[in-house]
């Protein structure tokens, strides 16, 4: 599990990993995480978003959990 996402998931509260995606897919909106190597700036993106706005870094770094995976 890569470190971006295992961050990803405690900051939205989850433990095990296949219930999270699990609810993730199940989605509209999924939580996103800046790639950014010092940021930890979280947003709702769509599944597919792979350059979504990081508003503390003002980049577009943004991935969405399921791209971080590689289920899309």
């Keep these: 599990m890569s470190s971006?996402?295992?961050t990803l998931m405690e900051i939205e509260?989850?433990?095990?990993?296949i219930e999270f995606l699990q609810e993730c897919v199940?989605?509209?909106v999924v939580p996103g995480i800046c790639m950014n190597p010092d940021c930890e700036y979280t947003i709702g993106i769509e599944?597919?978003?792979t350059n979504g706005y990081c508003e503390d870094c003002e980049t577009q770094t943004v991935q969405s959990a399921l791209i971080l995976k590689?289920?899309?």
């Excluded at 509260?13 to 990993?17: A, K, P, R, S, V």
Aim: charged fraction near 40%; charge should be negative; proline fraction near 6%.
């Design 47 to 49: 599944p597919d978003c």
């Design 13 to 17: 509260g989850w433990d095990d990993e």
């Design 70 to 72: 590689g289920i899309i």
């Design 26 to 28: 199940a989605d509209s």
């Design 4 to 6: 971006k996402f295992k």
